[in-house]
């Protein structure tokens, strides 16, 4: 594996305001070069939530170098916890946004995660996935020689046929389907060198499927391994579904949720003459510490 088992993982708390986009928030905003504003928009939020009481220990950003660069280093400076992306933006295959020069990025802002979003169906294009993994080794063991941690985010698009099964219908997919190919995408990268210290998991609505997720995750030695229950850009409603279903779940240890907290506050800034910063921070703040309260299982506010 190229790294001893009793180093791999991350088991302490993690709740990550997660704005690393940068195709989707160019879409969002409309204008590039209002997006770093709406990246600091957002910072001021999750700022304005640790004043809140979200703890501090436990709270962490995933912002990009491109968009977020000031934020990435106030965050560091703050004593937050940081992650980064290493992939290039919006690519239906994984690669590096600095080809050969990620080690030298990471190293130069530092991040206590380096994160890969990465889209493998176990079942899709045996090439592509092939050259995926051969990629996701190499950031591996690059990390782990390190000593950095790996977060991973692990998207299972469906495909054509896996589609049809479920007669078109999407949500049928996530629950029928999705959750036996994430499994297999997991083992498949694991056997393939991919040491992931934390599985940034799509969110899956029964609490058994969770449990044999971060079982998997830790066999086999990796005791310290964890999953987070990613957002997905879904409804208050869902999200708390998934989080629910992962809270208390032994290796399960929080969560990376974005567009759920910051969606309509940066719509908002987008949108011009009458923004109300004030409470567009305020918002992104109260969102994201409900969050926090349900994954924690204490009621959540009206």
């Known amino acids: 594996m190229g790294i001893g088992l009793d180093e791999l993982g991350y088991d302490e708390k993690l709740y990550i305001l997660a704005f690393d986009h940068r195709g989707s928030f160019e879409k969002m905003v409309g204008d590039v070069d209002r997006v770093p504003g709406a990246k600091t928009l957002i910072w001021e939020g999750f700022q304005r939530a640790v004043e809140l009481g979200a703890p501090k220990a436990s709270a962490g950003v995933l912002v990009d170098g491109q968009y977020g660069p000031t934020v990435a280093r106030e965050a560091k400076a703050g004593g937050y916890k940081l992650a980064m992306p290493v992939e290039k933006s919006g690519q239906n295959e994984f690669d590096f946004e600095y080809g050969d020069q990620f080690g030298e990025k990471i190293e130069e802002y530092d991040p206590d995660f380096s994160k890969v ?44 046929a896996q589609l049809e099964k479920v007669g078109g219908d999407a949500d049928r997919y996530d629950t029928e389907l999705r959750p036996e190919l994430m499994l297999e995408a997991i083992l498949q990268l694991q056997n393939g060198g991919v040491e992931a210290d934390i599985w940034k998991i799509e969110g899956v609505d029964d609490r058994e499927t969770c449990r044999e997720i971060a079982q998997l995750a830790r066999r086999e030695g990796r005791d310290r391994v964890s999953c987070v229950v990613l957002g997905r850009g879904a409804s208050d409603a869902k999200v708390d579904e998934w989080l629910r279903a992962g809270s208390g779940v032994d290796g399960y240890v929080g969560f990376a949720i974005g567009r759920s907290i910051f969606g309509e506050s940066v719509k908002a800034y987008a949108g011009g003459d009458d923004f109300d910063r004030e409470a567009a921070v305020d918002k992104i703040a109260r969102n994201y510490l409900r969050f926090i309260e349900v994954y924690e299982g204490a009621p959540a506010p009206a």
């Open 117 to 160: 979003l990465v889209r493998y169906n176990p079942e899709g294009d045996r090439a592509m996935n092939e050259r995926q993994v051969e990629k996701l080794r190499r950031l591996s063991e690059w990390l782990h020689e390190h000593h950095r941690k790996y977060l991973f985010e692990l998207l299972v698009p469906a495909e054509p």
